[in-house]
């Protein structure tokens, strides 16, 4: 899983 | 975005927005840990510094404006101008035990190594004990303030309705990050027994106090 995705997160 | 999601963002900016109101209205910080919310402030600086680096929607931008904005302003209220009514007595617990271990397991548990991967995910392991001093200030006075339950109860359902976001990513995107869940998870375990008491005693109105 690509660390990126997590970051549309808060 | 799911619904989850949002309510578990609403919950968040409820539980920050119901920290300031207390303080303001009750010209007073007494009862609220001054190192939960300088570790919350720590947590959100160094989780937010994307806001220089990356762009993902009005939405998002906005609300880590918001969190950051308001956790520096609690500082400012606890520590400047309501500081002689700050319990720092209650608020004995060492975060320098929460902070280190934070750090050190960013450091071997993390997607990629930069220091702005690194950051996001000390952030994600430090939010995750963040309340620890603040529950063991309730544990210490027995207490705490109708208001500051809520805030609580507010600010603890936040990560409960992430988890709920994360299993609906799961199956819809199949998104899975591991570091965010088991964290998630951890941060979510940590209220459970104030939950308990909140359910049992603070929405039947009666003053949460510890037997």
């Known amino acids: 899983v690509k660390s990126d995705e997590a970051h549309d997160e808060l | 975005m799911n619904i989850f999601r949002l309510c578990g963002d609403l919950s968040h900016l409820l539980a920050i927005l119901l920290?300031?109101?207390?303080?303001?209205?009750?010209?007073?910080?007494?009862?609220?840990?001054?190192?939960?919310?300088?570790?919350f402030t720590i947590v959100y600086t160094a989780r937010y510094l994307d806001l220089f680096t990356s762009f993902v929607?009005?939405?998002?931008s906005v609300m880590k404006i918001v969190f950051l904005t308001a956790s520096y302003g609690t500082l400012y209220l606890m520590f400047y101008k309501f500081k002689p009514t700050y319990d720092h007595n209650h608020d004995s617990f060492r975060i320098l035990y929460l902070i280190v271990p934070a750090l050190v397991l960013s450091f071997i548990i993390v997607h990629v190594y930069t220091v702005m991967e690194i950051l996001w995910t000390f952030s994600i392991y430090l939010e995750a004990v963040a309340i620890m001093p603040q529950l063991f200030m309730v544990s210490r006075t027995g207490e705490a303030e109708t208001i500051t339950s809520h805030y609580?109860?507010?600010l603890g359902s936040?990560?409960?309705?992430?988890?709920?976001?994360?299993?609906?990513?799961?199956?819809?995107e199949d998104f899975l990050d591991w570091i965010t869940i088991m964290?998630?998870?951890?941060?979510?375990?940590?209220?459970?027994?104030?939950?308990?008491?909140?359910?049992?005693?603070?929405?039947?109105?009666?003053?949460?106090?510890?037997?």
């Open chain 2, 152 to 154: 609580l109860f507010a």
């Open chain 2, 183 to 211: 964290a998630g998870i951890v941060q979510t375990i940590l209220y459970c027994d104030f939950f308990y008491l909140y359910i049992t005693k603070v929405l039947k109105g009666k003053r949460l106090s510890l037997p």
């Open chain 2, 57 to 60: 929607s009005v939405y998002n």
């Open chain 2, 19 to 39: 920290l300031l109101f207390k303080i303001w209205k009750t010209r007073s910080c007494a009862g609220i840990s001054g190192k939960t919310q300088l570790l």
């Open chain 2, 158 to 172: 936040y990560r409960a309705l992430y988890i709920l976001n994360w299993i609906y990513r799961y199956y819809t």
